[in-house]
T-cell receptor
Framework: SQTIHQWPATLVQPVGSPLSLECTVE??????LYWYRQAAGRGLQLLFY??????ISSEVPQNLSASRPQDRQFILSSKKLLLSDSGFYLC??????????????FGNGTRLTVT | GNSVTQMEGPVTLSEEAFLTINCTYT??????LFWYVQYPGEGLQLLLK?????DKGSNKGFEATYRKETTSFHLEKGSVQVSDSAVYFC?????????????FGKGTRLSVIA
């Protein structure tokens, strides 16, 4: 069966420090991968999605970047964190093209607090 | 473009009360529609889905019917439990774009009190 792992579960970082959140998927090949952020009172915001290795689409210009070095690995990064980067970050995967009804499968999220 | 509008919360109900969370959508084609649930401290889980008009998705006592004429996909449950307390998200996918991410509503927080 397919599983998605996201870590760390919680993170407290000072302003200006770097960030690296990692997400890996097991039990499937060629998944679409996504990073979402959930900020208080703002719902679910899509940050990045990827349809293949090295292919990243950015939905919102900001202080963050994403990379997909391997088929089932998706990394969210920042060189210098801002206070506004605080939030709950969710990684997700879905089946590839041809199955638009394929649901998203989410990790358990990372609670990031920038101080 | 595609969009989803949900009723704003929070919604507070007593146990065994009837639940309705409204969701309407705007789409250029004929999207698939989803409800996701997020329990405290966790990621989102698929609750139910419907892929074409008049389809009814159901799971764990929750139901939603795809209404093309009113562009709606309201979530209902006849008798809620304390364990149903969570945030509920309505979402759509554009069938014409297999790789396009889901579009989510802003979420509705439900609190059920004993």
């Amino acid at each position: 069966s397919q599983t998605i792992h996201q870590w760390p579960a919680t993170l407290v970082q000072p302003v200006g420090s770097p960030l690296s959140l990692e997400c890996t998927v097991e039990g499937t090949s060629n998944p679409n991968l996504y990073w979402y952020r959930q900020a208080a009172g703002r719902g679910l915001q899509l940050l990045f999605y990827s349809v293949g290795i090295g292919q990243i689409s950015s939905e919102v210009p900001q202080n963050l970047s994403a990379s997909r070095p391997q088929d089932r690995q998706f990394i969210l990064s920042s060189k210098k964190l801002l206070l506004s980067d605080s939030g709950f970050y969710l990684c997700a995967w879905s089946g590839r093209t041809g199955a638009p009804d394929s649901p998203l499968h989410f990790g358990n999220g990372t609670r990031l607090t920038v101080t | 473009g595609n969009s989803v509008t949900q009723m704003e919360g929070p919604v507070t109900l007593s146990e065994e009360a009837f639940l309705t969370i409204n969701c309407t959508y705007t789409a250029t084609g004929y999207p698939s529609l989803f409800w996701y649930v997020q329990y405290p401290g966790e990621g989102l889980q698929l609750l139910l889905k419907a892929t074409k008009a008049d389809d009814k998705g159901s799971n764990k006592g929750f139901e939603a019917t795809y209404r093309k004429e009113t562009t709606s996909f309201h979530l209902e449950k006849g008798s809620v439990q304390v364990s149903d307390s969570a945030v509920y998200f309505c979402a759509l996918s554009d069938k014409g774009s297999g790789n396009t991410p889901l579009v989510f509503g802003k979420g509705t927080r439900l609190s059920v009190i004993a």
